[in-house]
T-cell receptor, first 108, second 118 residues
Framework: DAKTTQPPSMDCAEGRAANLPCNHSTISGNEYVYWYRQIHSQGPQYIIHGLKNNETNEMASLIITEDRKSSTLILPHATLRDTAVYYCIVIYDYKLSFGAGTTVTVRA | DADVTQTPRNRITKTGKRIMLECSQTKGHDRMYWYRQDPGLGLRLIYYSFDVKDINKGEISDGYSVSRQAQAKFSLSLESAIPNQTALYFC?????????????????FGPGTRLLVL
C-alpha cells in the first residue's frame, strides 16, 4: 500500500542543489511528510518534516505544495557525503513505512 | 545518531542458537522500536514499546522476543535463530508530540546490527 511515489534514482553534481520530488496524492489532513536518508546500510537518518508550510533546517529545505499532494526535498549544496537513499514518508503517529526511496548519487 | 547505540554491531551465529541484540539510548525518549531490513527492502517493524510497561508486536514478531529493562534499554532476542533471520537490525527511539492537535513523531535510529545466521 504505497503512499508515496519517488523516482528510483537521480544524479547530482557536487556543489549544486539536489531537488528530490515526492508524490503523495492520498495524504490525509493529519499526516506529516517526513524525509529520512540511509547512507550505505547505516541507520536511517532523519532529515526534515512538515505538515503544510515549507520548512528549512541545517540539512535541507522541504517545499510542500498547497494541495499537499507533492513535496520536494532540497539539498542546497550537495556534497559527496550526501550520496544515499532518500525516503519520503507520510505518517500519522509512529507507523513509519519505508518504500524503495530515491538513490541519490552525488558526482564530483 | 550517537544518542542511540546498538551492540553488537556485527554478529555471526549458528542455526538454533539464542542471541540477544541490545539497544541503549540517552535521548530520554519513552518510545523504542526494533526493525529489520533485508537487502533491497524497506524496514519492517518487529516490536515496539511505548514505555517500560508497554510492549507491542509489530508486523513480523514471530521468532523474536523483546525486553524493556528500563526507559533507556530495549533488547531484542532471537529465541532459536534461523538463516532467514539474517538481516540488518535497527533500533529507534522517539518522543511523540502534538502541534495544533496533530500528532507528530520523529524516530531516531541507531547504527544497526548486521546479523548472519549460518
Amino acid at each position: 500500500d504505497a503512499k508515496t511515489t519517488q523516482p528510483p534514482s537521480m544524479d547530482c553534481a557536487e556543489g549544486r542543489a539536489a531537488n528530490l520530488p515526492c508524490n503523495h496524492s492520498t495524504i490525509s489532513g493529519n499526516e506529516y511528510v517526513y524525509w529520512y536518508r540511509q547512507i550505505h546500510s547505516q541507520g536511517p537518518q532523519y532529515i526534515i518534516h512538515g505538515l503544510k508550510n515549507n520548512e528549512t533546517n541545517e540539512m535541507a529545505s522541504l517545499i510542500i505544495t498547497e494541495d499537499r499532494k507533492s513535496s520536494t526535498l532540497i539539498l542546497p549544496h550537495a556534497t559527496l557525503r550526501d550520496t544515499a537513499v532518500y525516503y519520503c514518508i507520510v505518517i500519522y503517529d509512529y507507523k513509519l513505512s519505508f518504500g524503495a526511496g530515491t538513490t541519490v548519487t552525488v558526482r564530483a | 545518531d550517537a544518542d542511540v547505540t546498538q551492540t553488537p554491531r556485527n554478529r555471526i551465529t549458528k542455526t538454533g542458537k539464542r542471541i540477544m541484540l541490545e539497544c541503549s539510548q540517552t535521548k530520554g525518549h519513552d518510545r523504542m522500536y526494533w526493525y529489520r531490513q533485508d537487502p533491497g527492502l524497506g524496514l519492517r517493524l518487529i516490536y515496539y514499546s511505548f514505555d517500560v510497561k508497554d510492549i507491542n508486536k509489530g508486523e513480523i514478531s514471530d521468532g523474536y522476543s523483546v525486553s524493556r529493562q528500563a526507559q533507556a534499554k530495549f533488547s531484542l532476542s532471537l529465541e532459536s535463530a534461523i538463516p532467514n533471520q539474517t538481516a540488518l537490525y535497527f533500533c529507534a527511539t522517539s518522543d511523540p508530540g502534538q502541534i495544533a492537535g496533530i500528532s507528530q513523531e520523529t524516530q531516531y535510529f541507531g547504527p544497526g546490527t548486521r546479523l548472519l545466521v549460518l
